[in-house]
């Protein structure tokens, strides 16, 4: 018997979906990590684009950046998903 993955994976791939898939799985992960201290807005080409409600906000953010990353690489590497190679943080004030 052929696992759902399998067959969920190669109907996104054929449909051009795959994707958008990933970054919605990319932004789902961040905003686990992130516990309303940030919003992922976006994931495209190994950039994730998050959005903060103030400076310090984004600060904070900076600094702890490549834990981020490195949270989210891992979960990549076990699930076979997109890597975040930089974080780009979107200060909405």
């Given at each position: ?69 490195k949270h989210l690489n891992l979960i990549a590497a076990q ?15």
């Amino acid at each position: 018997m052929d696992k759902l993955s399998d067959f969920l994976n190669s109907s996104l791939n054929n449909k051009g979906l795959s994707g958008a898939t990933g970054g919605a799985v990319v932004c789902f992960w961040a905003d686990e990590w992130g516990k309303g201290r940030f919003k992922p807005i976006s994931y495209f080409r190994g950039v994730l684009k998050v959005s903060v409600d103030s400076a310090s906000a984004a600060q904070e953010l900076q600094m702890e950046s490549h834990k981020l990353i490195k949270h989210l690489n891992l979960i990549a590497a076990q699930n076979n998903g997109p890597k975040v190679r930089e974080i780009r943080i979107v200060n909405i004030e």
